[in-house]
């Protein structure tokens, strides 16, 4: 019988083949999909959090973990039924028009799954369209949107500016390795991360409000 604190630690190692091994042995041996998720997978990549924000792991480490963690939710996710993962929210994530840069997202991307929200990860060099459409078709409750660039931080203002136009009810944050809290409340945004662990608190701080 596969343990499940050894899926955990094997996330936090950011071992993916002994993840997608081991998740996929204790799905065949019967554990509850649910228990595989909640006590191997996401309690892994709560850890990574609480060490990142410590300063026990850097973004080398966030990056292999998340990675693990996905390739686990993958052999999970078809197993999964309604009601195995109390939904957090539905978040449609994306990069600003005009920057291409992924790393960040994707990891901010993978813990906001980890901690139950229903993710639509709309890629890089977003458009405003793209996210107020995208944001309507999944009824979204938050739009992330992320810049690592100076020059493309104006993009972040476009589409905060379109989704108050488009009337929608989803809340809007950003991040990035330029943009500050000062930024985020020049352009009208509802909240700023730092980083990927405090984008996940602020992500569910944001929906229930």
């Not at 909640?38 to 990675?67: N, Q, R």
């Not at 938050?142 to 009810?169: C, F, N, Q, R, Y």
Request: net charge negative; proline share 3%.
């Amino acid at each position: 019988m596969v343990d499940l604190t050894k899926i955990k630690d094997s996330v936090i190692g950011g071992e993916v083949d002994d993840v997608v091994e081991m998740v996929r042995k204790a799905v065949d041996e019967g554990q509850s999909v649910k228990r595989i998720l909640a006590e191997g997978l996401i309690s892994g990549m709560g850890i990574v959090g609480d060490k990142y924000e410590k300063g026990d792991f850097f973004l080398p480490e966030m990056v292999i973990a998340a990675t693990a963690m996905k390739a686990g939710l993958k052999v999970l996710s078809p197993m999964l039924k309604p009601g195995d993962v109390e939904s957090a929210g539905t978040v449609v994530l994306g990069t600003a028009k005009g920057d291409i840069h992924d790393i960040g997202k994707s990891i901010v991307g993978t813990m906001l799954e980890g901690a139950g929200f229903m993710v639509t990860d709309i890629g890089v060099d977003a458009g405003p369209d793209k996210f107020v459409e995208t944001a309507k078709e999944n009824n979204a409750d938050l739009i992330g949107i992320s810049a690592l660039l100076t020059t493309t931080m104006v993009g972040m203002e476009d589409v905060i500016k379109a989704v108050k136009e488009a009337g929608l009810k989803a809340r809007v944050m950003i991040g990035g390795a330029s943009v500050t809290q000062e930024f985020a409340d020049k352009v009208g945004a509802d909240g700023y991360a730092p980083d990927a662990p405090s984008a996940v608190g602020k992500a569910k701080e944001l929906v229930k409000s």
